[in-house]
């Protein structure tokens, strides 16, 4: 009885495991997909950058119903937005905006079961330095409003630099790599939190010149240590050959005797 009880309950437990994973399958199926095509993940400011992202099914998901609005925006400069509806391959409608963001109603009647949009613009320029995180701007971000609802459908940021930044960036990485290579010595390890301080007041040249006193220092550090490790080894060394030396001598003395005492 216990052991058919035991079974009957496993079984139960399972088709409810089963029930839950089909309605999160469901759920997962209802999303619109958000297809981002950039092929960069970070741009220099003043550079111009193109992306395309591309919205299929749009009205299947369970953000947006038959009548919808896309609500888009982005943080590029001198923007071109080129917003193409396509139905099976062939294009229904397109329309181009010029601003940051936009807003257009889609409808179901109108057909379109593809939305493709193709977006230009300037980086714009880094209104604050930070080493860590890095320094990220809205490249593209997309929401659907249906009704009295908005969803937010997807959205990419993308990390932006100066030629000078980068550069100051590469030496602190470099450093910082060194000194854990070098078990992080504490002086180089406060020299370079100096560099990173300099990074991210603004102060490339100066960045850069530190974080190679950190490099250096932590360079001379393990130079250091291994020149102690290679005399203590020569010390060793030379300890032993006096032992052994001591000893054979102890013994040649010993059989010397022995030999007079004969």
């Not at 249906?146 to 590469?170: F, M, P, Q, V």
């Not at 078990?183 to 990173?196: D, F, H, I, K, Q």
């Not at 250096?216 to 050959?241: C, I, K, M």
Request: glycine share 8%.
């Amino acid at each position: 009885m216990i052991k058919m009880s035991w079974i009957r309950s496993s079984r139960g437990t399972t088709l409810v495991v089963l029930f839950a994973l089909a309605l999160a399958a469901v759920g997962t199926a209802g999303a619109i997909s958000v297809d981002d095509q950039s092929a960069f993940n970070e741009s220099r400011v003043g550079e111009t950058v193109s992306t395309t992202i591309v919205i299929d099914d749009p009205f299947q998901g369970d953000e947006v119903s038959e009548t919808w609005t896309l609500n888009a925006s982005t943080e590029l400069e001198n923007v071109r937005w080129t917003v193409t509806i396509l139905d099976q391959g062939n294009q229904v409608d397109e329309t181009v905006y010029g601003e940051q963001r936009f807003q257009q109603e889609l409808q179901l009647d109108n057909g379109g079961d593809e939305i493709r949009i193709e977006l230009t613009g300037e980086t714009p320029p880094v209104e604050n330095y930070t080493y860590r995180p890095v320094e990220r701007y809205v490249l593209w971000d997309l929401n659907a409003i249906s009704g009295n609802n908005e969803a937010d459908l997807n959205d990419s940021e993308i990390h932006h630099y100066t030629n000078d930044s980068k550069e100051a960036r590469l030496a602190i990485d470099n450093a910082s790599r060194r000194i854990n290579e070098t078990g992080g010595p504490p002086e180089a390890r406060n020299t370079l939190n100096n560099s990173v301080s300099a990074y991210e007041n603004g102060n490339f040249p100066n960045a850069v010149d530190l974080a190679e006193e950190a490099r250096e220092q932590a360079q001379s550090t393990q130079e250091s240590q291994q020149q102690t490790q290679l005399l203590l080894y020569v010390g060793l060394a030379v300890v032993a050959l006096l032992v052994v030396g001591g000893g054979i001598y102890y013994w040649q003395s010993q059989q010397d005797d022995y030999g007079k005492l004969q």
